[in-house]
T-cell receptor, first 109, second 112 residues
């Protein structure tokens, strides 16, 4: 079983909708990352969280350490938000990140 | 801005060739990583390095080796390329504690 599980795998939304992507993990972590990957493109780090909530523009990321769960929210979604969103965790005891398999988001006009 | 630069965006190599993928970062990060990304499998760690000349195997090191002779450069080597190594390869660098993680643009390698 993967240590990092994301849901949903695929998501289609209409422009303007509020979007939530979920991430659950099963190990102790020191940090959780939300990453964005556009088709054919490199990966961009959106957020790094170790507690609470962070906001950047229309993006909001939250984490509940006790429940081992994080969510990424996109408000007023736009077609340019179409991308794969990836959750990744850094274990307490490790150097590298463990990745979820990603959520493919398509926002239609 | 932190930059992680991968030397090639696309590569096509023949089975059996020795392949070098280069990665350079400009932020003096201690940690550097090589991942491969495949549909349905996500990103998987091949090797990482936490200091010059230091390396650790990741989850899928078979068929690969790495070299880190200078802090800013981390090379991935496919000793004898095989078709099952056709993939997107991503390099990343980061500071201690998991902060400042930055990815390169990726190299799409096709082995024919």
């Amino acid at each position: 079983k993967n240590e990092v599980e994301q849901s949903p795998q695929n998501l289609t939304a209409q422009e303007g909708e509020f979007i939530t992507i979920n991430c659950s993990y099963s190990v102790g972590i020191s940090a959780l990352h939300w990453l964005q990957q556009h088709p054919g493109g490199g990966i961009v780090s959106l957020f790094m969280l170790s507690s609470g909530k962070k906001k950047h523009g229309r993006l909001i990321a939250t984490i509940n350490i006790q429940e081992k769960h994080s969510s990424l929210h996109i408000t007023a979604s736009h077609p340019r938000d179409s991308a794969v969103y990836i959750c990744a965790v850094r274990r307490d005891s490790g150097y590298a990140l463990n990745f979820g398999k990603g959520t493919s988001l398509l926002v239609t006009p | 801005d932190v930059k992680v630069t991968q030397s090639s965006r696309y590569l096509v190599k023949r089975t059996g060739e020795k392949v070098f993928l280069e990665c350079v970062q400009d932020m003096d990060h201690e940690n550097m990583f090589w991942y491969r990304q495949d549909p349905g499998l996500g990103l998987r760690l091949i090797y990482f390095s936490y200091d010059v000349k230091m390396k650790e195997k990741g989850d899928i090191p078979e068929g690969y080796s790495v070299s880190r002779e200078k802090k800013e450069r981390f090379s991935l080597i496919l000793e004898s390329a095989s078709t099952n190594q056709t993939s997107m390869y991503l390099c990343a660098s980061g500071e201690w504690g998991g902060y400042g993680y930055t990815f390169g643009s990726g190299t799409r390698l096709t082995v024919v």
